[in-house]
Nanobody, 126 residues
């Protein structure tokens, strides 16, 4: 069983930055693609960013391209989401997740991810 714990959320003003962290338990973290998703009140969970096992491939939602950066440190079993130039529409609960399937490329579908963290709230005031 893999456990994921997110941290780093908070309340910030528009234009500010935050860095989210997701710490994973287990010794096989480096075998998995990782993703970040978010869910705002009354909306479906949506893809934000993902990163391949080795970190060489990344993918971003159009809404965050150029502002957010996903990275990982396999030695620390941690994936990060650096969020810059935050906007009010970025307000949501942010979740990290693991994709355990061996696949070519990265998937953006929440249903393809197997384990999820509890989420961390990000609130951006305008």
């Amino acid at each position: 069983q893999v456990q994921l714990v997110e941290s780093g959320g908070g309340l910030v003003q528009a234009g500010a930055s935050l860095r989210l962290s997701c710490a994973a338990s287990g010794r096989t973290f480096s075998n998995y693609n990782m993703g970040w998703f978010r869910q705002a009140p009354g909306k479906e969970r949506e893809f934000v960013a993902a990163i391949s096992r080795g970190g060489g491939t990344t993918d971003y939602a159009d809404s965050v391209k150029g502002r957010f950066t996903i990275s990982r440190d396999n030695a620390k079993n941690t994936v990060y989401l650096q969020m810059n130039s935050l906007k009010a529409e970025d307000t949501a609960v942010y979740y990290c997740a693991i994709d355990r399937r061996i696949r070519l490329g990265i998937t953006e579908r929440p249903s393809e991810y197997d384990y999820w963290g509890q989420g961390t709230q990000v609130t951006v005031s305008s």
